[in-house]
């Protein structure tokens, strides 16, 4: 089976045997976007590529997952991931709230540091 992928973005597939051992295939697009700080979003001039596996943070029995598999069972909706760096807004900021919103779903975190 060919699968055609006629856009710019990262695409891979695969086969899992799933609990009643079917095989499903597994397909996976990935975009990869870039912000600036002007909050402008455009496309990454280099895409991510998929993450077949989990990557950890160190040693896989003691640290934490750092990416999770990007391929896996089918899920029933989108992964947002975010990942990047605060720029203080004036000097002497160790605390700072962002946020990420796509469509209707908008999530909030705290960053701390100096």
Same mark, same amino acid.
């Given at each position: 089976?060919?699968? #055609? =992928?006629?856009? @710019?973005?990262?695409?891979? @597939? $695969? *086969?899992? #045997? *799933?609990?009643? $051992? /079917?095989?499903? #295939?597994?397909?996976?697009?990935? /975009? %990869?976007?870039?912000?600036?700080?002007?909050?402008?979003?455009?496309?990454?001039? +280099?895409? /991510? &590529?998929? +993450? &077949? *596996?989990?990557?950890?943070? $160190?040693?896989?029995?003691?640290?934490?997952?750092?990416?999770?598999?990007? #391929?896996?069972?089918? +899920?029933?909706? %989108?992964?947002?991931?975010?990942? $990047?760096?605060?720029?203080?807004?004036? @000097?002497?900021? %160790?605390?700072?709230?962002?946020?990420?919103?796509?469509?209707?779903?908008?999530? +909030?975190?705290?960053?701390?540091? =100096?």
């Amino acid at each position: 089976m060919d699968l #055609l =992928n006629d856009t @710019r973005w990262v695409m891979v @597939r $695969g *086969v899992i #045997l *799933v609990r009643d $051992g /079917a095989e499903t #295939l597994i397909v996976a697009l990935k /975009a %990869t976007y870039s912000i600036s700080e002007e909050g402008t979003l455009t496309v990454a001039e +280099k895409q /991510a &590529p998929i +993450k &077949p *596996v989990e990557e950890y943070t $160190g040693e896989p029995d003691s640290t934490s997952i750092e990416h999770e598999s990007e #391929l896996g069972p089918a +899920k029933l909706g %989108t992964d947002v991931f975010l990942r $990047g760096s605060a720029l203080a807004p004036r @000097r002497g900021t %160790t605390y700072l709230e962002v946020g990420l919103r796509v469509g209707p779903v908008q999530e +909030k975190a705290a960053v701390f540091g =100096n």
